[in-house]
């Protein structure tokens, strides 16, 4: 059973110039004679995906290839300007763990507000608030705001949340660098559970024997397009052979 599937998905970004583009710079740029149009990039470009159910596919790429952005589509963070997205079941976006957070809000608040936001109920998120905070490795700060935490503790914080109940569909950016030591390993446990389970993964990693090992597929994108997609031993292997000729680096 297909769980994902994206056709002929295009996404457009602005590049920096327009970030800065505002009527005053735009007036003296036109003055001094230095004014050009803002930029956009093609960051997506014709995606056509299918995932089914259980399945744990890899996304592999260079830098700014477009990996992230696939999955911030998938997750519904992001908009495509043109194609369909389709997902069906609950979605565990383990992506910029914690920028959610209501920073003045306590942990304790916060669980319950990204709980609800990742579908749970209140009285659910609040029966499961303490077990949340304890694989955390945070109980002594239930009750202080967010802001008070380190940006390693937030995090933390975020996967503990997004992975206290298994969810039908995960999705990790390289989600193993969370933390400290001792936290990864945590992580790589829980993650390992989900792993034996029927849950579907999409992981990005530039880590590539991680990717031979976990995923049976791996999708390899370049510039926004997939170049190929296939059994992930094969997928990685053309993709170092790339990498060694120097192909890779286009973006
Ligand atoms: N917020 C943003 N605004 C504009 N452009 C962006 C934004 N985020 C990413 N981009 C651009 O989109 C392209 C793809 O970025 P993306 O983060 O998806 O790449 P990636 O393959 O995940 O890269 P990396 O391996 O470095 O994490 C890059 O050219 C990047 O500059």
Redesign the pocket.
Known sequence: MEVIRLNNVSLW??TQEEFSYDLKTTILSFLDGRYRKPGR?Q?LDRIDLVVSAGEKLGII?S???????LLKVICGILKPNTGEVRVQGDIAPLIELGAGFDSELSLVDNIVLYGVFLGFSRQQMRERSQEILRFADLESYADVPVKTLSSGMTARLGFAIATDVPPDILILDEVLSVGDERFKEKCRNRLGQFWQSHTTVLV?S?DLPFIEQSCERAVW?SGGRIVCSGPATEVVGLYLDSTRSGAANI?
């Open positions: 970004r602005r990039k960051v790429g830098n700014g290839s477009g990996k992230s952005t990005v530039h994108l973006g």
